[in-house]
């Protein structure tokens, strides 16, 4: 099992529709998690972390399940402008080594 | 402020050529991250540092030599290019391990 693992979609939805991106990881131990955004040819940037109790910032809302080892990302009231890369990133340390690791990204296209 | 830079944003090499890539942060962070990013293989770390005058080996190190002389500055070295490592590569910093990772706008390579 790949240690973070994305539908690449992509997903193709009328504005306003509401959708949802699942995120799976494979290492219990991981600690922090995160979505970054990647709009065409340009770098990431951060979406939102994802904390134990969920969170929510306007129209996004990303939750973690640690017994079943997933995050979620759902878009409300999709706008043009949130056609991108959503990428799943997943952090977690040990015994001097560092690792953070990048989910694939699932590909949004939000059609007028 | 600036952010993430970095120089030079495209660049074609013949094999077995060698060049340096340049990032500077002025966000005085004290780590700093190289990552290649792929089509179908999301970004990838190769190095990073925990600090000045520190660095560690990533996921795809080989092929590729990194310093960390002066903190706002992180190089990433190939000796000998190889088409193999034609790749857009980002460069990222943040202030800790988990913390939120800014990037840079990255760099085109081609090795033909």
């Known amino acids: 099992r790949k240690e973070v693992e994305q539908d690449p979609g992509p997903f193709n939805v009328p504005e306003g529709a509401t959708v949802a991106f699942n995120c799976t990881y494979s290492?219990?131990?991981?600690?922090?998690f995160f979505w970054y955004r990647q709009d065409c040819r340009k770098e990431p940037k951060l979406l939102m972390s994802?904390?134990?109790s969920g969170n929510e910032d306007g129209r996004f809302t990303a939750q973690l399940n640690r017994a079943s080892q997933y995050i979620s990302l759902l878009i409300r009231d999709s706008k043009l402008s949130d056609s991108a890369t959503y990428l799943c990133?997943?952090?977690?340390?040990?015994?001097?080594?560092?690792?953070?690791?990048f989910g694939k990204g699932t590909k949004l296209s939000v059609i007028p | 402020n600036a952010g993430v830079t970095q120089t030079p944003k495209f660049r074609v090499l013949k094999t077995g050529q060698s060049m340096t890539l340049l990032c500077a942060q002025d966000?005085?962070?004290?780590?700093m991250y190289w990552y290649r990013q792929d089509p179908g293989m999301g970004l990838r770390l190769i190095h990073y540092?925990?600090?000045?005058?520190?660095?560690a080996k990533g996921e795809v190190p080989d092929g590729y030599n990194v310093s960390r002389l002066k903190k706002q500055n992180f190089l990433l070295g190939l000796e000998s290019a190889a088409p193999s490592q034609t790749s857009v590569y980002f460069c990222?910093?943040?202030?800790?391990?988990?913390?939120?990772?800014?990037f840079g706008p990255g760099t085109r390579l081609t090795v033909l």
């Open positions: 990222a910093s943040s202030s800790s391990g988990p913390d939120t990772q800014y």
């Open positions: 290492n219990s131990a991981s600690q922090s």
């Open positions: 994802v904390y134990s």
């Open positions: 990133v997943v952090y977690r340390s040990g015994a001097g080594s560092y690792q953070l690791t």
């Open positions: 966000m005085n962070h004290e780590y």
């Open positions: 540092s925990v600090g000045e005058g520190t660095t």
